[in-house]
């Protein structure tokens, strides 16, 4: 793990010469032929996050996931002994999706003892073995016990459901997630169940919408009604610059500072951040988590308030100083679709006051990301037009962006070298 203060002189993107600070270009989020190498390269071999132990709380608890980049369905399940489990959605039989409820291609949850196909009947314990097949004497040279549901590589860290679609990662989840995201360990995520939920289908490469999470340049200007007018005035006059940047393998993370809105009744946007105590930055009562919040601050910069992981390829944590986090997902559709999901995660409320403070960061985190989505299918149209084939520029404190693209276009590198020698040699 690389871990650089600020010098005096030189900057961000020179301290990792190998991302270099020329023009890049944006064909990976308008090419067909990159985007079904990249569903090959990347999300069918990296470790994808699918969920969080809260969503299996149980023996029998499970939830589905629709990965529609590999075409697949995922049942995540907590088995009889508590471990989290991850099979394709699919009976051994004749291929009917098992688990789903009013319509196929939606996501559910639920709990059982069994899973049971609704064609033919056959059934699948919780460890996925087959356990019963009906008229099972008419089957020809059968046994049931080597037609259990297809297992999918699932590990949990920090509890957060990962799952592998690989035959055979090569790495471990922790050894993928590396030191700077492992260092996280020990943050209290398992305090912060209270949760709300948004999803929506956004109509550009799912690496646009990550790039809009991955640097501070546009908030004076895309977020200036988020801002008090004092702030307003400085930041659209001054800039904002976050203090603190990392890399790490192919994921990274920025730290900001600042003292958030939580404090003080004079300095809000909305009046119903007074009236709730609570708004973009969360609630204003903070809950007490303690002093040791590891990982949370690897620059050591003073006055500590947001630090922004993003996992590759598709995953961010946003952890907030004032003791909430937030969770943010991009899931490809096709190569100019994809559908973003995003998580609040607060440690429960106690009282109505506590929930309608919840509630309001909700409501202001949801027009914060419309505002943030609202610019990006435009983005997308743009970038297929024929002006486009072109490079862009980008500053230093757009560094993240300019990791994410170098490390997709890396890994998709690598695929296509690997896809070229089995042609040849075959």
Sequence with gaps: MDQYPRPAEGTWTEHYPDLGTGLISYEDCVSPEFAADESEAVFKRAWLNVGRVEDVPRAGSYVTRELTFAKTSLIVVRDAQGQVRAFHNMCRHRGNKIVWTNAPSEETSGSCRTFT???HGWRYGLDGTCNFVQQESEFFDFDK???GLIPVHCDVWAGFIFVNLAESPPQSLRDFLGTMVTALDGYPFD????????????????KLFADAFQEYYHVPILHSQEATPATRA?????????????????????????APRRSWPEDFQYPIEVATRSGLFGPWDEPDLGDDLPGVNPGGIPKWAIANFQVFPNLEILIWET????????????PTTHRYEGTLFFVPSTNASE?????????????FALQD???LEGTQKALESPAAQTVFPLSDQEILVRHLH?????????YRRERSEAVRHA
């Design 355 to 367: 929930r309608a403070a919840r509630e309001c960061a909700a409501v202001m985190f949801k027009e």
């Design 145 to 147: 016990s080597a037609f």
């Design 373 to 375: 989505a609202g610019t």
């Design 117 to 119: 196909c609704k064609y």
């Design 191 to 206: 305090r912060m169940t209270e949760r709300y939920d948004f999803s929506a289908d956004i109509a550009c490469n799912w």
């Design 406 to 414: 170098k490390s997709v276009g890396d890994w998709v590198d690598a």
């Design 323 to 334: 003791g909430w986090y937030m969770l943010y997902r991009y899931w490809p559709t096709s």
């Design 234 to 258: 400085k930041t659209q006059s001054m800039g904002f610059e976050a203090p603190h940047y990392q890399l790490d393998g192919p994921h990274r993370m920025v730290s900001t500072s600042g």
